[in-house]
């Protein structure tokens, strides 16, 4: 799949200034630099996929893809951690990356993580918060100290490290909840708006190992079972779309919003294969097609910028 590093028609980031190349530095210090590799989410394997989708999102949005003709899609699954040679079980938190091809030829993408909040409200407190996390990490503190060393200064990360130390290893990245943590807004044919967040979940169920038999695991134990598993089956995950209501929060990646909400499955995504990465895939979740629009979300807005900068640094680094 082409991909030239502006994806939607959306420059990306031409250089390195400003706060976004601050985003990248910060990210960078935690482990180095590994040239030619993400700076987040370092570590990853890639499948083919088909999406399916049912046709119930289609009074609410004109997005192509969510409609009813399936459209081929690639899959990322990955650790969360900066280094790419790092164990599977020492990267808590997955990813997991969706970009559909869209009828038109163009494309739009879907980022889940296997927690349901971000760490931080805005792109300033983002780089205050990684530049916290690296001086606590020289300090020697162990993981328990550092999140409450974190969680101390920032009281907007409480939510996610909260959900963090609740994560168990999982068993497969096909087995894993996802979650796209950001609000989008569906856009009907008559232009209403509605709030939305997305969610992925296998078929299967979630499961997980107790940390006895992950530890006893191979460091890429993840991407080895999901080779095996694709030799044997086809995992599918179900996307579900979660409808805001009037008080719950659009521009703050940080607040879940309650359980309760109004949810509907709106397609299936069927994972058929594993692929080598395309060249210059950017799962940038900022690009979204006709039918789909941007909430206030600064994080969200400033993902793309970020995303453009890290592309451009191992783009030269090749």
């Not at 985003?23 to 990853?44: F, M, Q, T, W």
């Not at 990322?76 to 040679?85: E, N, Q, Y």
């Not at 044919?189 to 530890?215: C, H, I, M, Q, Y």
Request: aromatic share 8%; net charge negative.
């Amino acid at each position: 799949m082409k991909d030239s590093g502006s994806p939607g028609g959306i420059p990306a980031a031409a250089g390195g200034s400003g706060l976004t190349a601050q985003a990248v530095d910060a990210i960078e210090d935690l482990s180095g630099v590994h040239p030619g590799y993400r700076r987040a989410h370092a570590k990853g394997i890639c499948c083919r996929a088909v999406f399916r989708p049912n046709g119930l999102a289609a009074p609410f949005t004109t997005a192509a893809h969510l409609q009813e003709q399936e459209v081929e899609a690639v899959v990322r699954f990955s650790g969360s951690s900066t280094d790419p040679a790092l164990a599977d079980l020492l990267s808590p938190a997955k990813g997991m990356a969706v970009q559909f091809s869209l009828p038109d030829g163009s494309i739009t993408n879907l980022v889940g993580v296997t927690l349901p909040v971000f760490f931080a409200r805005t792109p300033e407190s983002f780089v205050d918060i990684v530049r916290s996390v690296h001086r606590a990490r020289a300090g020697n503190l162990r993981p328990l100290e550092l999140v409450k060393e974190i969680s101390a200064h920032f009281t907007e990360s409480k939510a996610s490290f909260l959900a963090l130390k609740k994560l168990q290893p999982p068993a497969s990245y096909a087995e894993s909840h996802y979650y796209c943590i950001h609000t989008y807004f569906f856009v009907d044919a008559e232009g209403n708006k509605r709030p939305v967040k997305f969610e992925w979940t296998p078929v299967t169920g979630v499961r997980a190992l107790s940390l006895e038999d992950a530890s006893q695991q191979p460091d890429h134990y993840l991407e080895d079972e999901l080779v095996l598993r694709l030799q044997d089956e086809s995992p599918v995950f179900q996307l579900a779309v979660i409808f805001g209501e009037e008080d719950d929060p659009t521009d703050d990646p940080t607040h879940a919003w309650p359980d309760e909400r109004r949810r509907i499955e709106i397609g299936n995504l069927h994972l058929t294969e594993i692929v080598d990465e395309p060249d210059g895939l950017l799962m940038d979740p900022a690009v979204v097609p006709a039918g789909i629009a941007l909430s206030e979300d600064p994080i969200l807005h400033f993902r793309h910028s970020a995303y453009g900068e890290s592309f451009r640094r191992r783009r030269e680094e090749h």
